[in-house]
């Protein structure tokens, strides 16, 4: 199946509380969102009550329900794979409405890693299914503290590609300057968002959560921009000037699982390979590293290769040092 062809996953996080629900149900309400399929950790948390179900499949024990907006919502089963394998294949039967796209929700204290891993290495999930991207919800007024105090809320935030900050009606419907500066330390490639208590979901939510961009093939612009926090997770990106060769890229890649493994929370970045013209997308999630997928072209005017990694209590000085593995040498092909 070709890469444009496979159903796009967005992943929704976010503290507890944060209003990860109330922005699901808003994203829903839209037309345009109909087709979805609506991924949770457990039925009896959906919380979609306002949207009413409008029936429940076959039985007491199915697991899927088909909610008025014409989308689906499905509990967690064993394991993220197996809902999605379920899904995929009761769509092939026919025995549920086709959808085009699928929304997971998180629970407020769920580790993002273990689902991402699953949509960039499993074998089944990674040829019907492609990351479309990360959204962290987080509290205008309360976030602060959860940073502070929570490892799970950190995790969250570095892990996103978009920061959609909440409950704004409260802050004057403005993103307060110390919460922003306090997110773009943990995150500075992340595109932060602020949610109004009324009125449309943002341009840059919708876009995601329908599948229309890659948010993980954009890698932050800029040369060596680091991101620094009081805490142990940290950013760090970088513009890469060597020339870049197959293996030099597989020995970072080797390299980094190794020696950085769980540490490492995210990777991604584009990467021009010596001789194809063209970016090649990488992306990791601790030691678990997806094909890289060759893109068909670059997504804005910086065709520079660029990555970023997120790190939890990594030097940054050893990751700057890693990278020099990705320098091809005289004889590389």
């Known amino acids: 199946m070709a890469a444009d062809d496979r159903i796009p996953v967005s992943l929704l996080t976010g503290f507890l509380g944060s209003g990860k629900t109330t922005l699901l149900n808003k994203t829903l309400r839209a ?21 009413l179900v409008a029936n429940a499949q076959n039985s007491p024990d ?12 499905c509990g967690m089963l064993n394991g993220f794979k197996e809902t999605l394998a379920e899904l995929y294949e009761r769509r092939t039967r026919g025995e549920i409405p086709e ?7 998180t629970t407020g204290l769920a580790d993002p890693a273990p689902i991402l891993q699953t949509l960039l290495r499993d074998s089944f999930v990674a040829h019907y299914f492609r990351l479309a991207g990360v959204v ?14 929570h490892d799970e809320a950190q995790r969250q935030t570095a892990m996103a590609d978009v920061l959609a900050v909440s409950k704004v009606d409260q802050t004057n419907d403005e993103i307060p300057e110390t919460l922003r500066d306090r997110l773009v330390h943990i995150n500075p490639s992340a595109n932060i968002v602020a949610i109004p208590n009324s ?7 919708m876009d995601l959560f329908r599948g229309e961009i890659e948010t993980a093939a954009h890698a932050p612009q800029g040369e060596h921009i680091h991101g620094h926090h009081s805490r142990s997770v940290r950013a760090d990106s970088f513009v890469i000037d060597n020339r870049v060769t197959w293996p030099t890229l597989a020995a970072w890649i080797d390299f980094a699982r190794t020696h950085f ?12 390979i ?18 890289p997928q060759h893109l068909p072209a670059w997504p804005d005017r910086d065709h520079r290769s660029r990555l970023i990694c997120i790190v939890d209590g990594i030097p940054a000085q050893q990751v700057r040092d890693s990278l020099s593995l990705l320098a091809a040498h005289d004889d590389d092909a």
Do not use: W, Y
């Open 31 to 51: 037309p345009e969102m109909a087709d979805t399929a609506v991924v949770v950790n457990e039925l009896g948390d959906i919380g979609l009550d306002h949207l």
């Open 62 to 73: 199915d697991n899927v329900v088909l909610l008025n907006a014409g989308c689906l919502c």
């Open 99 to 105: 959808f085009k796209r699928v929304i997971v929700e």
């Open 136 to 149: 962290a919800v987080i509290d205008a007024v309360l976030a602060t503290e959860s940073l502070q105090h």
């Open 199 to 205: 009125g449309t979901v943002p341009t840059a939510l």
């Open 261 to 272: 493994g769980r540490r490492l929370l995210r990777c991604k970045g584009l990467i021009e």
């Open 274 to 291: 010596a001789g194809t013209g063209r970016p090649t997308l990488v992306q990791g999630v601790q030691t678990v590293f997806a094909p």
